[in-house]
């Protein structure tokens, strides 16, 4: 079955810009969406289709996908955006897989 | 604005079967794909499986076996029951709404947690 991986947790200051990043095997041949998930909470979409944001999402969060490795970008980090991340993955071989979840602390 | 909202019993006996509903508000069941995802305490996103207004269903492999998704157009909901449940089976679950581009879930519902136990 299809993987992807995240890193467990990311820390970055205030003010400054957090990456967190999503590996799977041709990972950049499908489209990859991220979710923003605060503690008891239902998941928010904050990326989808690798670059597009949705409606009311702020322009510090940024997308890209390519090879292997998607990207969340968070530039410019507000303590509002301290929450779990999740990256998402779909294509028609291997319908909805999601990634392993990263804790974006900021300190 | 699309509101999704979860219905259903918190705690279900091991082989038994989990039956929820969720009920979609601003918006119609009758276009779009909607969505069951589950949570387990502390743990990832896992997909269970979608219906699209056709009726059509898609299933996620690993619970395939076990899943039933079906839709209500007349009460604007849709269900998802799944049998021989398991302590494995404990989690928040979600019920979400696909987009017509169907790579992504645009509304999710405020999930309910389900306790699988005697």
């Known amino acids: 079955s299809y993987e992807l991986t995240q890193p467990p947790s990311v820390s970055v200051s205030p003010g400054q810009t957090a990456s967190i990043t999503c590996s799977g095997d041709?990972?950049?041949?499908?489209?990859t969406c991220w979710y923003q998930q605060k503690p008891g909470q239902s998941p928010l979409l904050v990326i989808y289709?690798?670059?597009k944001r949705p409606s009311g999402i702020p322009e510090r969060f940024s997308g890209s996908n390519s090879g292997d490795t998607a990207t969340l970008t968070i530039s410019g980090t507000q303590t509002m955006d301290e929450a779990d991340y999740y990256c998402?993955?779909?294509?028609?071989?291997?319908?909805?897989?999601f990634g392993t979840g990263t804790k974006v602390t900021v300190l | 604005q699309v509101q999704l909202q979860e219905s259903g019993p918190g705690l279900v006996k091991p082989s038994e079967t989990l039956s929820l509903t969720c009920t979609v508000s601003?918006?119609?069941?009758?276009?779009?794909?909607w969505s069951w995802i589950r949570q387990p305490p502390g743990k990832g996103l896992e997909w269970i499986g979608y219906?699209?207004?056709?009726?059509?269903?898609n299933y996620n492999p690993s619970l395939m076996s076990r899943v039933t998704i079906s839709l209500d157009t007349s009460k604007n909901q849709f269900s998802l029951k799944l049998n021989s449940v398991t302590a494995a089976d404990t989690a928040v679950y979600y019920c979400?709404?696909?987009?017509?581009?169907?790579?992504?879930?645009?509304?999710w519902g405020q999930g309910t947690q389900v306790t699988v136990s005697t």
């Open positions: 979400a709404r696909l987009p017509p581009a169907i790579t992504h879930f645009d509304y």
């Open positions: 601003g918006g119609s069941v009758r276009s779009n794909y």
């Open positions: 219906i699209y207004y056709t009726g059509s269903t």
């Open positions: 041709k990972l950049g041949d499908k489209y």
């Open positions: 289709q690798d670059t």
């Open positions: 998402q993955a779909w294509d028609a071989t291997t319908d909805y897989v």
